[in-house]
DNA sequence: GGACGCTTCCGGATTACTTCA
DNA sequence: CTTGAAGTAATCCGGAAGCGT
């Protein structure tokens, strides 16, 4: 059995995480522990960044590493649509500083809208850089334009074709993150938007962790269940053992070549077992104590 | 060399839209 | 036709790290 690696100090849900590593690396499912391994990971591309990723780069053939007009099928916020966003999240002000002004006249994030970070900034960004070309955007469009002329509605969802769902999940098989060139290239060619293959990687990855998650929990249900099974099997085990030592008389030698214990294999001597067999295959079988000097059970003695 | 601000990326939580039973 | 559930694209927020000043 795949040790249960349980740290002291560690807590129930430490352990469940450290049992993600059931899955195999081939596996959709990334047999990654959620917090510590994806955040190492996450920090090795980021220590990569930015010059790196140029040698990480070749999972997807592409002759132009240069960002190129991003070409897209799909709706971001129209700028009236996006102007009732930040007027309708209240929470949002504190972070955009230009409360009175249209961000997305904002031509340079180093301008003075530079001072205020974080997300609205990086909306303004992505809204900026990745302005829906009219010519690309024939089949979402045509649903949303309705919807567009009304104004009534602040947020479109695309549907991704089965083309499009089926080339991000081979690429997530070969790379469950991007770096800017491969997500460019990617982007390119499943005409959408670089943000929307970020996001879609992002939500892959989400789905990801929830289903090993689920896994994990039904591998440990498993484990308790088994567990529960082992201790009442050993709870009736005593009883019986119990019984037997009260129906002996004393010092007799069965009594006592069956609880002698042997200090050298730190394993009850005897081996009458009344269910040894059944613990000897048990997966949860524990480590060895350590070993403690007793001067009562000296090996020269017992042995 | 350390502090600071900015940018970028990511994960987690959540929202909102679509599809289907 | 309506409705609720499930799936998922999109958004928001905060943290971490790199980089320039």
């Not at 220590?47 to 002759?63: A, C, D, V």
């Not at 991007?178 to 879609?200: D, T």
């Not at 070549?257 to 394993?267: D, I, Q, W, Y």
Request: charged share 25%.
């Amino acid at each position: 059995m795949m040790g249960l690696h349980q740290d002291p100090s560690d807590s129930g849900l430490q352990l469940i995480l450290g049992l993600a590593l059931t899955a195999t690396p081939e596996d959709t499912i990334t047999p990654s522990p959620p917090s510590i391994s994806n955040n190492l990971h996450r920090h090795h591309l980021t220590t990569l960044r930015p010059n790196s990723y140029s040698s990480k780069s070749s999972f997807i053939s592409t002759s132009n590493s240069e960002p190129e007009p991003e070409p897209s099928l799909t709706l971001g916020l129209s700028r009236e649509t996006y102007r009732q966003q930040v007027v309708k999240l209240p929470r949002n002000i504190g972070h955009n500083k230009v409360s009175s002004e249209d961000p997305l006249e904002q031509t340079s994030p180093h301008s003075a809208i530079s001072s205020f970070s974080s997300g609205r900034v990086k909306r303004e960004r992505d809204l900026s850089c990745e302005e829906v070309d009219a010519t690309e955007t024939e089949r979402v469009s045509s649903r949303a334009s309705d919807e567009e002329e009304d104004g009534t509605t602040a947020r479109k969802k695309l549907r991704l074709t089965k083309e499009q769902s089926a080339l991000l999940e081979e690429s997530f098989k070969q790379h469950s993150t991007l770096n800017p060139k491969q997500k460019q290239a990617l982007a390119k060619q499943l005409s959408l938007r670089p943000r929307q293959v970020e996001v879609w990687f992002q939500n892959r990855r989400a789905r990801t962790k929830l289903k090993q998650t689920e896994v994990d929990c039904e591998f440990l249900k498993k484990c308790c269940e088994t567990l529960t099974d082992e201790n009442r099997r050993l709870q009736k085990e005593l009883q019986e053992l119990k019984a037997l030592k009260l129906a002996q008389p004393l010092y007799m030698p069965m009594s006592a070549a069956t609880l002698t214990m042997c200090p050298s294999c730190e394993r009850l001597g005897g081996g009458v077992g009344v269910g040894g067999g059944a613990s000897a295959k048990s997966p949860f079988s524990m480590a060895p104590k350590p070993h403690f000097f007793n001067p009562f059970a000296n090996p020269s003695a017992a042995c």
